[in-house]
């Protein structure tokens, strides 16, 4: 099985910068794509930032030039640098692993959450 642990959360003033934190754990043989979502009350979850193993990276527009996701591929984690937070960016950050490989003998490739980390920036 795989566990996503996401650390890294909690409250700041706009302004402000966050670091989030997730390690992936488990029989991994590899991960396609690691990545940040976040959900606010009342609203979708929305992709924020991901990156392949190529080290392509994908940000939404509204958190282009203040957010770096970066990658250890050594330790299956994945960190989001979140500078100059603004009230808007309060929300629910959930860590995703898409196109994880677990078996040698086997080509099937699972998506996997984390449990949640609240952010949350205060005006």
């Known amino acids: 099985q795989v566990q996503l642990v996401e650390s890294g959360g909690g409250l700041v003033q706009a302004g402000g910068s966050l670091r989030l934190s997730c390690a992936a754990s488990?029989?991994?043989?590899?991960?396609?794509?690691m990545g940040w979502f976040r959900q606010a009350p009342g609203k979708q979850r929305e992709l924020v930032a991901a990156?392949?193993?190529?080290?392509?990276?994908n940000y939404a527009n509204s958190v282009k030039g203040r957010f770096t996701i970066s990658r250890d591929y050594a330790k299956n984690t994945v960190y989001l640098q979140m500078n100059s937070l603004n009230p808007e960016d309060t929300a629910v950050y959930y860590c995703?692993?898409?196109?994880?490989?677990?078996?040698?003998?086997?080509?099937?490739?699972?998506?996997?959450w984390g449990q949640g980390t609240q952010v949350t920036v205060s005006s």
């Open positions: 990156i392949t193993g190529a080290g392509t990276t």
């Open positions: 995703n692993a898409d196109g994880v490989r677990t078996r040698l003998d086997s080509y099937n490739f699972n998506a996997y």
């Open positions: 488990g029989s991994i043989i590899s991960i396609v794509a």
